[in-house]
């Protein structure tokens, strides 16, 4: 069971918007602590997508974008294409834990 | 190139031991924390653990905590990894990744930049 919780799977047809959520509580991200997205492609190690809720790194396009609100955040990809096809993680900090803590995944499938 | 290379994972048995290594370059690996996570067959992530710059400050996922020491070679641009006492749960691939938000501890703003390819462990009698 992760301390942030995301949705096990989502899908969408090449062109469109989806978004995945990631919920936590306010020992993270209610506590105003910064939420960050990964990227794993199959087959390979996860990568840097989104950090500090919402500033994409260098070389991230920006059909990639993520927000935050209270106890929850989100990670929005529009214009989806086929090698968007991958699993993503949030990740934050909890000071109950005092850990870095991740949801368990959530894998995008492109229709 | 920023480049993250983790080695000496393998086959062990059950209650053995064992030590990734992690060889960093292209960046000032001195200035930068570190931290270790794993990934169990076909599961997520899960942060094991985090030393600061200096090593003045370490941090352990209760899973590994006792069981785990990190450290690191500031001299070498080496992170290192002692596993002991080790279970079939902690099968999976583990990655180094550099840390980002605070080079000192672990905080509100900490997250992981780069990334190694990772290295396998395999607990198994």
């Known amino acids: 069971q992760s301390v942030l919780t995301q949705p096990p799977s989502v899908s969408g047809a090449p062109g469109q918007r989806v978004t995945i959520s990631c919920t936590g509580s306010?020992?993270?991200?209610?506590?105003?602590?910064?939420v960050h997205w990964y990227q794993q492609l199959p087959g390979a190690a996860p990568k840097l997508l989104i950090y500090?809720?919402?500033n994409r790194p260098s070389g991230v396009p920006d059909r990639f974008s993520g927000s935050k609100s209270g106890t929850s955040a989100s990670l929005a990809i529009t214009g989806l294409q086929a090698e968007d096809e991958a699993d993503y993680y949030c990740?934050?900090?909890?000071?109950?834990?005092?850990?870095?803590?991740f949801g368990g995944g959530t894998k995008l499938t492109v229709l | 190139e920023v480049q993250l290379v983790e080695s000496g994972g393998g086959l062990v048995q059950p209650g053995g031991s064992l030590r990734l290594s992690c060889a960093a370059s292209?960046?000032?690996?001195?200035?930068?924390?570190m931290n270790w996570v794993r990934q169990a067959p076909g599961k997520g992530l899960e942060w094991l653990s985090y030393?600061?710059?200096?090593?003045?400050?370490?941090y352990y996922a209760d899973s590994v905590k006792g069981r785990f020491t990190i450290s690191r070679d500031n001299a070498k641009n080496s992170l290192y990894l002692q596993m002991s006492s080790l279970r079939a749960e902690d099968t999976g691939v583990y990655y180094c990744?550099?840390?980002?938000?605070?080079?000192?501890?672990?905080?509100?703003?900490?997250?992981?930049?780069?990334w190694g390819k990772g290295t396998t462990v395999t607990v198994s009698s």
């Open positions: 306010s020992s993270n991200i209610g506590a105003g602590y910064d």
């Open positions: 500090g809720n919402s």
């Open positions: 030393i600061s710059s200096s090593s003045g400050t370490i």
């Open positions: 990744a550099s840390g980002q938000g605070s080079s000192l501890y672990l905080s509100g703003y900490s997250y992981m930049d780069v």
């Open positions: 990740q934050s900090y909890d000071s109950t834990l005092i850990s870095v803590v």
């Open positions: 292209g960046f000032t690996f001195s200035s930068y924390s």
